[in-house]
């Protein structure tokens, strides 16, 4: 297969993605989840107009600066008080809603309080410190559309309204499997030409935070006939399968094999560094994954073409990660045949975004990775001098 370019893999992969169907979840459980359903108001919020300060609420037009005036009644925040009596004011609270009659809310430091009477020493206008009816919300307003992956403030929106569950996309389950018998996990002691499986952990803390369920298969020993059973595993057990390593052109690479005998793959190899070797395709109608085995390029591929591609199954509206213009603060002299996405860290300056690159940028190096807070984007055939124009993809939100 001809090397394709990130942007057309990423066409095809958002593409090939089945979007999944919808469940009723607890709001508590919805952080990071996608919506299935557009939420509409379904009453004011706040549901009548409220005090937006600790003072005294009267009727303007009964207001006389420096008078006394009598307070009638005391009204605490989530109690509903009597309509206020002509030529009174009433003691209100922050949230307390406004009695019948009232029409004005006047701090308590701008009053003076005597016995049963209160004074109000500043000049106010009609309607101040009231927050009214339908403020923040209005029922039947669109507050949120499908498509739109909750945060925080989301949640709390919606529990603004009530609401205890939300109709949201439901959870993937990928099956992880690391292939390679140089492969140990950490804890365990290290022989002569032994790594620790560092790719586990990485990836697996990834697909979590996209909201979806991990199927930890662990090590995959270099065996074609153990590699076709873990595969076959793999496709009756998840929605989606991610192997890391075994997808290259060594003889003890058997995913790849495997997966064509199996079922198809679709795509291999891309004009990408770090990452050439990234594998798509599907064990019947499983999508399949394989990542290459050197943890930058695992890293780099699941975050431009794997995390956008869950995030299209869960029906997230816009799931590829934006570039942003920043000034280069180095050189890269040396123009590639692949685009390269070189591991970086974005600073603010002055002028605008300023961006160094790691001076390590193996695929190997995951130094690297852990110390940068982007990727660099260089395209085919570009080079680059220190003040020079380049995009950035940041990583907060990838990682």
């Known amino acids: 297969m001809a090397l394709r370019s990130v942007d057309e893999t990423l066409h095809y992969l958002l593409a090939d993605a089945q979007k999944r169907g919808g469940e009723s979840r607890d709001l508590a459980q919805c952080l990071g989840a996608v919506l299935a359903a557009d939420v509409l108001a ?51 609270f922050t949230g307390a809603f406004i009695p019948a009659g009232a029409d004005t809310v006047v701090a308590q430091e701008d009053c003076e309080q005597g016995d049963g009477v209160v004074t109000v020493n500043i000049p ?73 499986n560092s790719n586990r952990p990485m990836l697996a803390a990834m697909i979590r935070a996209l909201g979806c369920e991990v199927i930890d298969l662990g090590i995959v020993a270099d065996d074609p006939g153990v590699t076709k059973a873990v595969l076959l595993q793999a496709r009756d057990s998840a929605d989606v399968v991610v192997s890391s390593g075994g997808v290259s052109v060594g003889e003890e690479d058997h995913v790849k094999a495997q997966v064509e005998a199996l079922g198809e793959l679709q795509l291999w190899k891309l004009a990408i560094k770090p990452g050439k070797p990234l594998a798509y395709g599907r064990l019947g109608s499983v999508p399949f994954f394989g990542l290459p085995g050197n943890p930058v390029s695992g890293f780099v591929t699941f975050c431009l073409l794997v995390r956008p591609y869950l995030l299209a199954m869960q029906g997230l509206v816009d799931p590829v990660a934006p570039q942003w213009p920043a000034c280069a603060n180095f050189d890269w002299p040396k123009a590639g045949s692949r685009q390269e996405y070189l591991r970086a860290r974005v600073t603010p300056s002055a002028t605008g975004l300023l961006v160094d690159i790691h001076p390590q940028q193996s695929s190997g190096a995951l130094t690297s990775v852990s110390w940068c807070n982007a990727l660099a984007v260089i395209p085919i055939g570009k080079t680059l001098q220190r003040g020079d124009c380049v995009e950035i993809i940041f990583l907060r939100d990838l990682s």
């Open 42 to 92: 379904e009453s004011n919020v706040p549901p009548a107009d409220n005090s937006a300060m600790d003072g005294y609420v009267l009727r303007f037009q009964d207001l006389v600066q420096g008078v006394a005036m009598p307070v009638s009644q005391r009204i605490p925040a989530g109690m509903v008080g009597e309509p206020l009596l002509p030529g009174t004011a009433a003691r209100i």
């Open 124 to 196: 106010a206008r009609k309607g101040q410190h009231i927050r009214p009816r339908g403020q923040d919300i209005s029922s039947g307003q669109l507050l949120l559309r499908a498509g739109h992956r909750l945060q925080a403030a989301d949640l709390g929106l919606l529990a603004s309204l009530g609401l205890s569950h939300v109709a949201v996309s439901a959870p993937i389950k990928v099956a992880l499997m690391s292939t390679g018998d140089e492969l140990r996990e950490p804890g365990d002691s290290l022989e002569p030409g032994q790594i620790y």
